[in-house]
């Protein structure tokens, strides 16, 4: 079955620790998305990219890093410089927008 | 002001009410429209698109008024099961973005 598939489901990170979320997809979708959820909150946008070897910052890049080295692909780095990583982080693709996007189960982040 | 905006309720309703959500959007020449439901914990999923002429998909009708910006989701007869937060989603005009609103949270009670 096609699908997006995050992991892990639930990761927790030192201070000062980076850590990579991973977002993989089978659908051969070509564009992949970061959000964070913070409780009770809407979705933020972190990064997204429309096409392999190119992504854009969203609206809360700082402090996260990606990379688009295949289609498949599209992890999620949380730096150290994110000073309140705690969320609930979930990766979408799209085929285009018309459609709407397929989001993955998420990962719940925490520091500790 | 938010380009997508939703009353974060809950609206706390009995088994078998009829319940209604609006959201209003900023950019009126957005494009596509949407009705997501996420369950408490869990990722979003896709309810349905908005459609102009509007569209009913068995107890939820969704419409869409251009002139007002704003969408609606309609859910009728309403099941214990329908609890959750209802995101109401924007595709931008240069088509390549969705917005996500708040989210309108849905309580069902027996």
């Known amino acids: 079955d096609g699908g997006i598939t995050q992991s892990p489901k639930y990761l927790f990170r030192k201070e000062g620790q980076n850590v990579t979320l991973s977002c993989e997809q089978n659908?051969?979708?070509?564009?992949m998305y970061w959000y964070r959820q913070d409780p009770g909150q809407g979705l933020r946008l972190i990064y997204y990219?429309?096409?392999?070897?190119?992504?854009q910052k969203g609206d809360i890049a700082e402090g996260y890093s990606v990379s688009r080295e295949k289609k498949e692909s599209f992890p999620l780095t949380v730096t150290s410089a994110q000073k309140n990583p705690t969320a609930f982080y979930l990766c979408?693709?799209?085929?285009?927008?018309?459609?709407?996007?397929?989001f993955g189960s998420g990962t719940r982040l925490t520091v500790v | 002001r938010k380009e997508v905006e939703q009353d974060p309720g809950p609206f706390n309703v009995p088994e078998g009410a009829t319940v209604a959500f609006n959201c209003t959007y900023s950019?009126?020449?957005?494009?596509?429209f949407f009705w997501y439901r996420q369950d408490c914990r869990k990722e979003p999923k896709l309810l349905m698109s908005?459609?102009?002429s509007g569209n009913e998909d068995g107890r939820f009708t969704a419409q869409l008024n251009r002139a007002s910006q704003y969408i609606s989701l309609l859910i009728r007869d309403s099941k214990l099961s329908d609890s959750a937060t209802y995101l109401c989603?924007?595709?931008?005009?240069?088509?390549?973005?969705?917005?996500f609103g708040g989210g309108t949270r849905l309580m069902v009670k027996p």
């Open positions: 979408a693709s799209s085929v285009g927008t018309v459609y709407g996007y397929t």
């Open positions: 659908l051969n979708h070509d564009a």
């Open positions: 990219s429309q096409i392999v070897n190119d992504f």
């Open positions: 950019n009126s020449a957005s494009q596509s």
């Open positions: 908005v459609y102009s």
């Open positions: 989603v924007v595709r931008n005009n240069a088509g390549n973005m969705l917005t």
